[in-house]
């Protein structure tokens, strides 16, 4: 913590000496030598002053630094446990800022337990007695409902009430509250004074309003001029935005060199987005020397703290030849976690795994009951497996009416497999009419995002002019293709062409 920090919360606890208990000028002395200490780089010294006023007087103002001391590890190491006992010590004797350190101890784990009910009551208490930190606070509990039930209305009071102390940062979140419920104009007036007065939340809220064309209008270079001085300012989510569009050119060259610099110093602070970001590129080696390793230890930063895509990233790492032999029973608790996030995508590789026993006992029920829950969210992936199941009377009695239908709704979200699939449906007459015009639709389709199944039986529709004219030329085109991909019969029928 620098000198001039160390100045402005002395200014604050020495402020607070007036509504003391002791009040004695045998006892300011005290304090203010105690604040000379700060200033001179000998906190053990300050520190013992504040314990003996704090112990032998109840000295409040005393108790509340000992645990801005502790908290901030300010000239000291930090102290959570000892910021914790002394916060409360200042909260019980009546000091709001106290209270609003206190709550904040029980809404991040500082030295207890986090508890968010005992947070809310606290920092309630702070707000009530008028401390601007509090009640800006206070407003974001209420709309978050954290620690007691959401309450729009009541975060608004609040917010008013610390609006009219004017206190950048509840203009800035007045501002992102209306822009959550959708009021993104009356939004913006609230966002453009708090970033005008440089408030660093505000700024990013801008960013993202004008990247992703929340009010209407998408302007990039608008985006990026708020979140480069959001970033500067050290705002998290800004950084990973800003890396975001340094690495898509959003207003120039892709460049990925600095889109790392940014994604770093947003995942040390610990942003999850971030983090999996910054594993992406160790992944594909683009701004970073490629690490596979690296790349894996920030995806699991990212997915411990309850990312989904970066956990399913992690399963299908683990599920790949990347760090070695694959490891099931990594995949599958990353991809159980990513289900556990609701991340869609993993329902299906979950799904799988269970039916496979891959990394767990094999349960098909269970695998099936995963991949039905992804399928009826409209994820293409297990549109396909779940018209599988009923095209081969896996798990259910075997329908090919229902299979066709889940075969369509994968096809038009665009599952490749599906597209082949209803092309063959529509070829032989399963499970619908018979339409070869239909069959040859999904299966040029398929063939064009280079499916070899596809491509070798659009090659047969050609040879034999089921569906369309003969056309020997278009049938060894399509042959061909058939055998680049892999197929293991295309081969054989290009030479039979000959």
């Not at 002053?49 to 112990?55: D, E, H, P, R, V």
């Not at 917010?159 to 979140?173: G, M, N, Q, V």
């Not at 609701?342 to 991949?371: Q, V």
């Not at 293409?380 to 239908?405: I, K, L, M, Q």
Request: charged share 20%; glycine share 8%; with cysteine.
């Amino acid at each position: 913590m620098n000198k001039k920090s160390i100045i402005s919360i002395l200014s604050l606890w020495l402020s607070a000496c007036s509504g003391a208990q002791v009040n004695s000028s045998e006892v300011d002395a005290q304090m203010n030598q105690a604040g000379e200490y700060l200033k001179q780089h000998q906190p053990e010294k300050a520190i013992e002053i504040l314990t003996s006023l704090a112990q032998d007087h109840e000295h409040v103002p005393a108790m509340h630094s000992l645990s801005v001391l502790y908290l901030e590890g300010m000239g000291v190491e930090k102290n959570y446990d000892e910021g914790f006992k002394w916060a409360k010590e200042a909260a019980s004797h009546g000091h709001e800022v106290g209270m609003y350190n206190l709550g904040a101890c029980y809404l991040n784990g500082y030295g207890v337990q986090k508890d968010p009910q005992e947070a809310f009551k606290w920092v309630k208490k702070s707000a009530d007695k008028g401390h601007v930190n509090a009640q800006s606070l206070l407003a974001r509990l209420y709309f978050a409902g954290i620690g007691t039930s959401k309450d729009t209305a009541q975060c608004n009071a609040y917010l008013e009430r610390c609006i009219k102390a004017d206190f950048t940062p509840c203009i800035a979140y007045k501002g992102y509250v209306l822009e959550q419920e959708g009021h993104v104009q009356e939004a913006l007036p609230y966002l453009e004074k708090a970033a005008a007065l440089d408030d660093h939340e505000a700024q990013s809220a801008l960013g993202e309003i004008y990247y992703y064309a929340k009010a209407g209008q998408k302007d990039d270079q608008k985006a990026f001029d708020y979140f480069q001085r959001a970033s500067k300012g050290g705002n998290a989510s800004a950084q990973n935005h800003l890396g975001l569009m340094y690495a898509l050119g959003s207003v120039g060259e892709s460049d990925y060199e600095q889109a790392a610099v940014w994604f770093y110093k947003a995942a040390e602070q610990r942003d999850v987005a971030a983090q999996r970001n910054l594993g992406i590129l160790y992944f594909k080696g683009q701004g970073v020397p490629r690490n596979v390793q690296e790349g894996v230890s920030w995806l699991t930063k990212s997915a411990t703290q309850g990312d989904g895509q970066a956990s399913q990233m992690l399963a299908e790492v683990y599920l790949s030849s990347e760090l070695g032999a694959p490891d099931y029973a990594q995949a599958f608790h990353w991809c159980q976690q990513a289900a556990n996030a609701d991340y869609l995508p993993s329902l299906n590789l979950l799904g799988m795994l269970y039916i496979n026993g891959l990394g767990t006992d094999r349960d098909p029920e269970k695998g099936f009951a995963w991949i039905e829950k992804a399928a009826k969210a409209g994820l293409p992936d297990a549109e396909a497996n779940y018209a599988r199941f009923y095209a081969e009377g896996f798990g259910v009695s075997r329908n090919d009416a229902t299979a066709f239908e889940w075969y369509q709704k994968a096809a038009e979200h665009g599952s490749v497999e599906a597209m082949v699939m209803l092309g063959s449906f529509y070829a032989s007459g399963r499970g619908t009419d018979k339409d070869t015009e239909k069959a040859i639709l999904w299966t040029r389709r398929a063939a064009d995002a280079d499916n070899a199944d596809a491509c070798f039986n659009l090659g047969l529709a050609y040879q034999s002019g089921t569906g369309v004219e003969p056309n020997p030329a278009e049938a060894r085109k399509w042959f061909e293709k058939a055998a680049r991909l892999g197929h293991p019969q295309a081969a054989e029928f290009l030479k039979s062409l000959k």
